[in-house]
C-alpha cells in the first residue's frame, strides 16, 4: 500500500510538467517599442503614428551592437482619422508581440498640439494597461522620420541616445506622462515641455554629416492649449528659468559653472517677490577680478535677465514662473513682481 501511496505522489508531482503550457517568448520574436512620434495631417485630417523601434541587438553588449550599427533601430508608421484605430493598425502591420516596457519617449509634432489631440493622447494613454506611465514628452518642430533616423556618433549602442535614455540629459528639465496627466487640466497652469530637434551639421563619418538629436528650448503650453517654443539660442534666461544644477551659463565676460540653486514664490504685501538662491564656480574671470566684486556686479544682471525674460513672456500671455496658479488668478495685472537674487560664488 505504501509503495503505491508513493507511486501516486510522484505520478501527480511530474502533471504539472506534463500539462503547463509553454509562454516562453523569444526576444527575437518581440517587438520592443522605445519610443512614439505622434503627428497630424491638417489635410487629410488623419493621425499619424510612428514606432521607434530600437534593434535587438542594441540591447546588448556593446561589442554586439556596434557590429551591428547599421541597423540601429526601424521605424513602423501608420496614418488614421481615428487616434485609437491608428494604434491598433499598428499592432495589425506587426506580426511580433509589442511590448511597451521599453517605451521611454513621445514626441509631439507641432501639427499634433492641440486640444483634442491631446486629450486624445490623455484619456488614451491614461486607459492603456500594458504602458507604464512614467516615459517622457517632448515636443519638436522637426520631421518625426528626421528624429527617427539618426545616427550615433560613435561606433556603442543606440540605448545611449535621447530616445531611449532622455534622463541623461541634466541640463534641461523633464517632463513625464504622469506630471503631464496631473497638470494638463489644472487651471492658470502653464506647462514647460523640452523641445526636440535634428541637427544635420554637429557629427560627420568618413566627411558624411548625419543627423544627431538636440534639445534647444522649450514648448510653453497654455491652459488653453495654446502654445508657443523659446529656443535657449534666443533665450538663455530659460536655464535660469528651470534647472540650476549643473550647467554653466555666461554673463557678460565672465561664465559661471552652477553648481545649484533654487527659488521661491510668495506674496509680500502688494508685491509678488521672487527669491533666486544660486552657489555657483567662476570658470571665466578674464580680469582676475575679486569674487565679492563679481558677485556685486553679477546679481543684478541676473535680476534684469530674469526681468526680461517675464517681460518677454508676457507679451505673449504667457505666465511663465506661474504666479497665477500659485499666488491666485491675475496676480501678474494687480501686483508689482520684485527679483531678489543670493549669488554665492567660490
Known amino acids: 500500500m505504501k509503495k503505491i501511496i508513493i507511486t501516486f505522489i510522484i505520478i501527480f508531482s511530474f502533471i504539472p510538467f506534463i500539462t503547463k503550457k509553454n509562454d516562453y517568448k523569444d526576444i527575437s520574436n518581440i517587438v520592443y517599442v522605445s ?5 497630424y495631417d491638417n489635410v487629410t485630417n488623419e493621425y499619424i503614428i510612428y514606432y521607434y523601434i530600437l534593434n535587438n541587438f542594441n540591447l546588448t553588449s556593446a561589442q554586439i551592437s556596434s557590429s551591428n550599427i547599421d541597423d540601429l533601430s526601424y521605424t513602423v508608421k501608420v496614418q488614421e482619422k481615428n487616434f485609437a484605430e491608428a494604434f491598433s493598425s499598428i ?11 521599453h517605451l521611454n519617449t513621445i514626441i509631439l509634432s507641432r501639427n499634433f498640439i492641440g486640444k483634442d489631440h491631446l486629450l486624445h493622447l490623455y484619456h488614451y494613454i491614461r486607459d492603456l494597461t500594458s504602458i507604464y506611465l512614467d516615459f517622457y514628452i517632448f515636443t519638436t518642430d522637426s ?23 532622455p534622463n541623461l540629459i541634466k541640463t534641461y528639465k ?6 503631464f496627466a496631473k497638470l494638463i487640466l489644472k487651471p492658470n497652469y502653464t506647462l514647460l515641455i523640452p523641445h526636440l530637434t535634428s541637427v544635420m551639421d554637429t557629427f560627420s563619418k568618413q566627411d558624411s554629416d548625419f543627423l544627431s538629436l538636440e534639445i534647444d528650448g522649450y514648448s510653453i503650453l497654455k491652459n488653453d492649449f495654446s502654445y508657443k517654443t523659446y529656443l535657449a ?35 509680500l504685501n502688494n508685491d509678488i517677490l521672487i527669491y533666486y538662491k544660486i552657489y555657483a564656480v567662476i570658470n571665466l574671470n578674464p580680469n582676475d577680478e575679486n569674487l565679492v566684486n563679481i558677485k556685486e556686479k553679477l546679481e543684478p544682471k541676473i535680476q534684469t535677465i530674469i526681468k526680461d525674460l517675464i517681460n518677454a513672456t508676457k507679451q505673449d500671455n504667457i505666465d511663465i514662473f506661474n504666479i497665477n496658479y500659485i ?5 501678474l495685472t494687480n501686483k508689482k513682481i520684485k527679483i531678489i537674487v543670493d549669488l554665492d560664488l567660490n
Open 91 to 101: 499592432k495589425k502591420k506587426i506580426n511580433n508581440s509589442i511590448n511597451y516596457t
Open 233 to 267: 539660442k534666443d533665450y538663455p534666461q530659460l536655464l535660469l528659468l528651470i534647472n540650476l544644477q549643473d550647467q554653466t551659463f555666461s554673463i557678460d565676460e565672465y561664465e559661471l559653472y552652477l553648481k545649484d540653486g533654487k527659488y521661491k514664490i510668495k506674496k
Open 327 to 331: 499666488i491666485g488668478p491675475e496676480s
Open 143 to 165: 520631421e518625426i522620420e528626421d528624429l527617427y533616423n539618426i545616427r550615433n556618433f560613435s561606433d556603442v549602442s543606440a540605448y545611449h541616445t535621447i530616445l531611449v535614455t
Open 35 to 39: 519610443s512614439i512620434g505622434l503627428d
Open 174 to 179: 523633464l517632463i513625464t506622462f504622469v506630471h
